[in-house]
């Protein structure tokens, strides 16, 4: 089951179209002008019903301009993907989430079994996601009896391999990141140093194009990983029952819709 966000949001929480620049992931970008002070805003929580009926509760930073504050539809939509495939995807398998946000499809992975030896979830190496991440970990009632290691960290899309990282993922995950399109090249050149080139490796893709007027953009990704030696695979094509933010424009079953594709190593 899945509870989907919904209804108005709060101020400059949409992908407007004042995000179209190809700039927008540019650090630099995800800070306040100097004379600029929002309120600040209070953490919230969030529920998910997983398959077997068990729930997750799940704590969401206050707004926050790397968009933590938010559950996004791809994270929901590939939980369950997750949940659907465990025995292919999940079981016994190395599992690196890149752009977590609040964490929930790798939390959803450790509570399936990737036990063979990890799972990594990762955002970007700010403090308050990242401590975030780690609270939403320690708090999961059903990781504790999980034989899974899961764990937090900081990491730049790009940058080289952390010490975590140096034995490759069988699978990898990225839940709606491709708005930003600034960082294509960055997001799978992450995929090539970190995932294992065996026949069973994947990386699952899951978005919504959320500003329907840029879907060309969001789908420009795949391109980029076929001449970076890729098959491309889409699996699933899933319609929310609502938009995130109702107030936004453009076409509405588009950003109602998860769309979800797999990546392999073309051996």
Known sequence: MINANTGSRPESTALSES??????????????????Y???????F??????????????????????????????QVVSEYLQRHAEDLVENKDV???????????IVCGILGARKRKVLITDYP???LVENLKGNINNCELLKTSKSEVSAE???????????????????????????????AKLLSTIRLTLRRQPASCVLVFFTPYRPWLFDKDMAFFDLARQGGFVV???LESVMENVMFAEDR???LLRRTVYGFVLRWQL
């Open 46 to 75: 969030v529920e998910h019903t997983l398959l077997s009926g068990e729930k997750l509760h799940m704590r969401l930073v206050g707004h926050n301009p790397l968009w933590g504050h938010l559950l996004w539809n791809g994270g």
């Open 126 to 128: 700010d403090e308050e």
């Open 96 to 106: 690196l989430e890149l752009g977590a946000g609040a964490g929930l499809p790798g």
């Open 250 to 252: 453009g076409d509405e």
């Open 19 to 36: 995000e179209d620049s190809e700039d927008f992931a540019d650090p630099a970008l995800f800070q306040e002008p100097d004379d600029y």
């Open 154 to 184: 900081g990491y730049l899309w790009g940058a080289p391999s952390p010490p975590s990282m140096l034995l490759g993922f069988d699978i990898l995950i990225l839940a709606d990141l491709l708005f930003n399109h600034s960082e294509h």
């Open 38 to 44: 929002r309120p600040e805003s209070p953490p919230s």
């Open 233 to 235: 695979e889409k699996v």
